[in-house]
């Protein structure tokens, strides 16, 4: 059973720091990985994904990726109160068609 | 961009009726999913298909079926509405399977089922 675990939080942030999400995948196959945000009520929206270890930077963004650890997280750097929503790790072995979420983690950014 | 489409933001059905949600992408994406996704239990995947007329069971697909009769439009059918089945369910697409295919989800329907 594939497994892809998240600290459901909420994580608690003030405006202009920097907010920390932890994602552990138990599958070393997986290949690819994925962070959605997903604000109440909202369908979950891709931010970023990425497939190789070490870092990769997207605006505030920065997802970090360690296949040996197992290990993906999302950084958001100068956090903002829009930034407030949940945040969904997805993981994708090679020739899979089907990824495996974890249940998210909550972000608040509070002014 | 990529868009994907459901027929309904909100459906009220009753139990026992036969509920149909619609599913559209614009993108000739191959594969299709449908999820449902409820407050801690996170998204469940029902059923997906890989190809027109293909279909696969998903980690919940009792109570449901599907069908894809043009590569574009992925229906999920609830044979029997019941209460246990109100949710949100969110359809999703992605074209194939490297490692660089992304899946986007449309803005999904949230069903009541009285």
């Known amino acids: 059973q594939k497994e892809v675990e998240q600290n459901s939080g909420p994580l608690s942030v003030p405006e202009g720091a920097i907010a920390s999400l932890n994602c552990t995948y138990s599958d070393r196959g997986s290949q690819s990985f994925f962070w959605y945000r997903q604000y109440s009520g909202k369908s979950p929206e891709l931010i970023m994904f990425i497939y190789s270890n070490g870092d990769k930077e997207d605006g505030r963004f920065t997802a970090q990726l360690n296949k040996a650890s197992q290990y993906v997280s999302l950084l958001i750097r100068d956090s903002q109160p829009s930034d407030s929503a949940t945040y969904l790790c997805a993981v994708k072995g090679g020739g899979s068609y089907i990824p495996t979420f974890g249940r998210g983690t909550s972000l608040i950014v509070h002014p | 961009d990529v868009k994907v489409t459901q027929s309904s933001r909100y459906l009220v059905k009753r139990t026992g009726e036969k509920v149909f949600l619609e599913c559209v992408q614009d993108m000739d994406h191959e594969n299709m999913f449908w999820y449902r996704q409820d407050p801690g239990l996170g998204l469940r995947l029902i059923y997906f298909?890989?190809?027109?007329?293909?279909?696969e069971k998903g980690d919940i697909p009792e109570g449901y079926s599907v069908s894809r009769e043009k590569k574009e439009r992925f229906s999920l059918i609830l044979e029997s509405a019941s209460t246990n089945q109100t949710s949100m369910y969110l359809c999703a697409s992605r074209t194939g399977t490297s490692r660089t295919d992304t899946q986007y989800f449309g803005p999904g329907t949230r069903l009541t089922v009285l």
């Open positions: 298909s890989y190809d027109v007329k293909m279909k």
